[in-house]
């Protein structure tokens, strides 16, 4: 459940992530995103660091119903972090 996107110098792995019910582990209740970001040329992304850990992103209320709906977010994330906060393409 996961997708790599070259944006630019960039390279962006968007992952779905399982999200099973608390009470119930047999039921899943939704999936939510995270986004590594790192260069293709593998030199750092500004400073030392290396790569870009988004965190796990949830819907507005919750995990995303789908593993779609997540993926697709990580990639609208992936998109504006290249382009507004590294100034990529």
Avoid: C
Wanted: proline share 3%; glycine share 14%.
């Amino acid at each position: 459940m996961h997708k790599e996107l070259e944006i630019g110098d960039y390279l962006l792995v968007i992952r779905a992530e399982q999200k099973d019910d608390p009470a119930d582990t047999a039921k899943v209740i939704g999936f939510n995103a995270r986004v590594i970001v790192t260069r293709i040329d593998r030199k750092p992304i500004h400073g030392s660091v290396l790569a870009e850990d988004s965190g796990e992103m949830t819907g507005g209320h919750g995990p995303f119903e789908t593993v779609g709906d997540a993926i697709a977010h990580g990639e609208a994330w992936g998109r504006h972090f290249v382009a507004r906060v590294l100034g990529g393409q």
